[in-house]
């Protein structure tokens, strides 16, 4: 996700905001496609998160010189899908074998592997494999999209000192906390909603969302400043071209790479029926307990 630049100087502000307008028509498809494919599940769902997984494989691809058109270029491209497919039918035991294996493309490429599987398989578990499918899925989402979009408005109202200048140079202190505050008020309001009529009480509800918001908030920063050093390295201003406006598939999800898997291993602790911005310390150490016994 592309993130917060300094603030503008009075001669070049207009100039500061130019990408405004595509940024906001690539984001509004994405959210007409997602809401659609989110809200029916099943197999609108498990094609989307399969397509976008392959999509993201052939973005990796390109970044770090896998040649189009040969035969390791469509492997890794399938070695995604196939991820996807066995993830959507939940043969969850069976998924560890594609990032396993796909040490023959290299380390950087296997790694790539490894995140994008992480990320398609824990956004499909969470929609089809909790009872809160739908609330789980867009909690993750409000949190990455708030957290951006709070990052990218805050960082150029303000600007102020950079964040990590030697990996993402328009990166500013101020938007990172901005994207932070986003994350949390984005968090709370969608477990609100979403646990309308739950057990806990409403003090314990802000409590524990706004935490777990919180932790997804940096984890998503984390994860656009670690694609941002990958795309550094490698001398790339973007992974593709795909979205107006932000780039790629990997510029625009850089961040839920990061989160989805977290958000997923969280919700292994939720009681029947609650969502994981519920779990609590309790929770957690009983899901231990269940673990450490088997």
């Not at 957690?284 to 307990?289: C, F, P, R, T, V």
Request: aromatic residues 8%; glycine residues 12%.
């Amino acid at each position: 996700m592309n993130g917060q630049v300094s603030k503008p100087s009075s001669s070049g502000s207009g100039s500061n905001w130019q990408d405004l307008r595509p940024r906001l028509t690539s984001a509004a498809v994405l959210v007409v496609v997602a809401a659609t494919a989110i809200g029916l599940g099943g197999s609108v769902y498990k094609v989307l998160i399969t397509l976008t997984m392959t999509g993201l494989a052939m973005e990796m691809a390109d970044m770090f010189g896998l040649a189009r058109k040969t035969w390791r270029h469509i492997l890794y491209l399938l070695w995604a899908a196939c991820a996807g497919i066995v993830a959507s039918q939940g043969h969850w035991t069976q998924l560890p074998i594609f990032p396993m294996s796909a040490f023959v493309f290299g380390p950087a490429l296997w790694c790539g592997n490894a995140v994008i599987v992480a990320a398609g398989a824990a956004l499909l578990w969470l929609r089809l494999g909790t009872e809160t499918g739908i609330w789980s899925v867009v909690f993750v989402i409000a949190v990455v999209v708030s957290s951006d979009s709070s990052a990218y408005m805050v960082g150029r109202l303000i600007g102020g000192p950079k964040l990590a200048p030697s990996i993402s140079p328009g990166k500013t202190r101020s938007g990172a906390a901005g994207g932070l505050v986003g994350a949390v008020l984005a968090g709370v309001v969608v477990a609100v909603f979403a646990d309308a009529d739950g057990g806990l009480s409403t003090s314990t509800l802000l409590l524990r969302s706004a935490f777990w918001a919180a932790l997804l908030g940096v984890v998503a920063q984390t994860g656009d400043l670690i694609e941002s050093a990958v795309k550094r390295r490698r001398g790339v201003k973007d992974s593709g071209t795909l979205l107006p406006g932000h780039g790629g598939l990997l510029d625009r999800f850089d961040a839920l790479l990061a989160v989805a898997p977290l958000a997923a291993l969280i919700s292994l602790a939720a009681g029947q029926g609650a969502g994981f911005w519920a779990v609590g310390p309790d929770d957690i150490m009983a899901a231990l307990s269940r673990w450490i016994g088997r």
